[in-house]
Structures are given as C-alpha cells and as structure tokens.
C-alpha cells in the first residue's frame, strides 16, 4: 500500500512564524504535490515537483516556497506565516510508471493566529 | 489556466437510490479526469478516472461518462449505500496528473436511510 504520511495533523502558528510542513512518501514515487483545501473552494495547487530538487508553481504559490532534497520527503515552507495562510494543507505523490492516481495524506490543519 | 466547475454543491438521495454528479472543464487539452471521494478526518482517495480516449468507465456501482465535444463529465452512483456519504471531488488535468490536478469545489453527497 502507497503511504503518504504529514509531519502533523494539526498545528497552530503565530503570525510571522516560518512553518515548515513535512510530506514523507514510501512508494518511490517521482512526483509531488502541495494543495492547500478551503470550505467552498475545493483543492488548489500550490506547488508541484517532478522529481528530485524540482520544483514548479502551481496557482497560488504566493506566500510559499518548498524544498525537495530527497526523493521521499516533499517540505512546504512558510515564510512568514499570516492569518490568510489558515488552512487544510494536503500533500499528494504520483508515480511517473504507470497509473496516473495521486495518492493524498491526511493533511495538516494549519491555524495562524 | 484550467477551470473546473462542479454540481451540485450538496446532494441529498435515499438509500438504494442513483446519484449523479457533474462537472465541466474549460481547456480543451485536458485528458485526464479523476473523481476523488474524501472522508472526514481524511485525505481525498481515487475511485475511478477515466482518460480522453474513452467515454465511458464502470468499476462495480461506479461509472464515469465524458463528452470531449461538450467539455463535461458526469459521475454516476447507483444503488447507493451508507458508506458513499462523503464529499466527491472531479479534476482534470493535462499531463495524466503530472503537473497537478485542477479540482471542482466538491459535492457533499448525503444518503437518507
């Protein structure tokens, strides 16, 4: 079974804080994704990886940046974190072999005060 | 960029009833639309997709229908049970997924015992 695990399932953060949110994968997967879910607005892409040290934009990267160093692990960074950045924050991976399915974590509850 | 449009934001059916989803998408290069099916507490989990050289898929109560001339794909419930409660999500995408996914908004879909 493909595992997509997130570092945390809830997290509350001060305005300004830099977040770090952490994405592990376990199926080798090429490809991930960072989506942030608000109620009335569905899933939007914030940014995507190919593969190892690629990153794309996806969006509404505005706010953002991310990292992917290892193949497994897909980090969403937070500079400067505000109210408006409160949010469900989903990462998903992809293989690039076969089946196109993305396969999504649990998600992050993220509250900014 | 891609638009996705999805109906009806909520859905309410008796059980043993069919239900129907529908979404509609704005660029006509997209050839890949999933449905996702998102439990409470969860992260979004595939149930069918289907590609832009098909027109039709069925998996079990499951079906998907798109019409490429129309821009406009449809899911298709039947014989609906307890356990389809949840919020449904349609996507489209391009690259099989590879650059991310466009989402709808979600259909709550609520089954009346």
């Known amino acids: 079974d493909v595992k997509v695990t997130q570092s945390s399932r809830y997290l509350v953060k001060r305005t300004g804080e830099k977040v770090f949110l952490e994405c592990v994968q376990d199926?080798?997967?090429?490809?991930m994704f960072w989506y942030r879910q608000d109620p009335g607005l569905g899933l939007r892409l914030i940014y995507f990886?190919?593969?190892?040290?690629?990153?794309e934009k996806g969006d509404i990267p505005e706010g953002y940046s991310v990292s992917r160093e290892k193949k497994e692990r897909f980090s969403l960074i937070l500079e400067s974190a505000s109210t408006n950045q409160t949010s469900m924050y989903l990462c998903?991976?992809?293989?690039?072999?076969?089946?196109?399915?993305?396969?999504f974590g649990p998600g992050t509850r993220l509250t900014v005060t | 960029g891609e638009n996705v449009e999805q109906h009806p934001s909520t859905l309410s059916v008796q059980e043993g009833d069919s239900a129907v989803i529908k979404c509609t998408y704005s660029?006509?290069?997209?050839?890949?639309f999933p449905w996702y099916k998102q439990e409470l507490g969860k992260g979004p989990q595939l149930i069918i997709d289907?590609?832009?050289?098909?027109g039709e898929k069925k998996d079990q109560r499951i079906a998907v229908t798109l019409n490429k001339t129309a821009k406009h794909f449809s899911l298709h419930i039947t014989e609906t049970q307890p356990e389809d409660s949840a919020v449904y999500f349609c996507?489209?995408?391009?690259?099989?997924?590879?650059?991310?996914?466009?989402f709808g908004k979600g259909t709550h879909l609520i089954i009346q015992p």
């Open positions: 998903a991976s992809r293989t690039q072999r076969g089946r196109n399915e993305q396969y």
């Open positions: 199926m080798d997967h090429e490809n």
């Open positions: 990886s190919y593969d190892v040290k690629m990153k």
């Open positions: 660029d006509s290069a997209s050839n890949y």
């Open positions: 289907i590609r832009s050289n098909v």
């Open positions: 996507a489209a995408s391009r690259a099989g997924g590879a650059d991310g996914l466009t």
